[in-house]
């Protein structure tokens, strides 16, 4: 059974850091790309950043670019995203996801075939 669960979210004021974690287990694949997507109310899920297989690829939404940090430690199985510098619309809930046997990471939903159910973040002004 796969799992991808989250943790770290909650409420910060603006300027403020969160560190997300994504715990993954049961993936069918030993290879497998990981990213963080999130969704703010009245809005479709957006790309937040992403990771290679190996850890040595990332990819970042333009918006989070020069604050957010992704990584990941494979020999744990655990992807996490350090948010430096946030802002009142990164307030969303934000989802780990996995693409298996996916070496690069992709800005699109469906290069990921699991996902987490979500940590809140808010970000206060």
């Known amino acids: 059974q796969v799992q991808l669960v989250e943790s770290g979210g909650g409420l910060v004021q603006a300027g403020g850091s969160l560190r997300l974690t994504c715990a993954a287990s049961?993936?069918?694949?030993?290879?497998?790309?990981m990213g963080w997507f999130r969704q703010a109310p009245g809005k479709e899920r957006e790309f937040v950043a992403g990771?290679?297989?190996?850890?040595?690829?990332?990819l970042y939404a333009e918006s989070v670019k020069g604050r957010f940090t992704i990584s990941r430690a494979y020999a744990e199985n655990t992807m996490y995203l350090q948010m430096n510098t946030l802002k009142p619309e990164d307030t969303a809930v934000y989802y780990c996801?996995?693409?298996?046997?996916?070496?690069?990471?992709?800005?699109?939903?469906?290069?990921?075939?699991?996902w987490g159910q979500g940590t809140q973040v808010t970000v206060s002004s």
């Open positions: 990771v290679s297989h190996s850890g040595s690829s990332t």
């Open positions: 996801a996995a693409g298996s046997w996916r070496r690069v990471p992709t800005k699109t939903a469906d290069g990921y075939n699991y």
């Open positions: 049961g993936l069918p694949s030993n290879v497998y790309s």
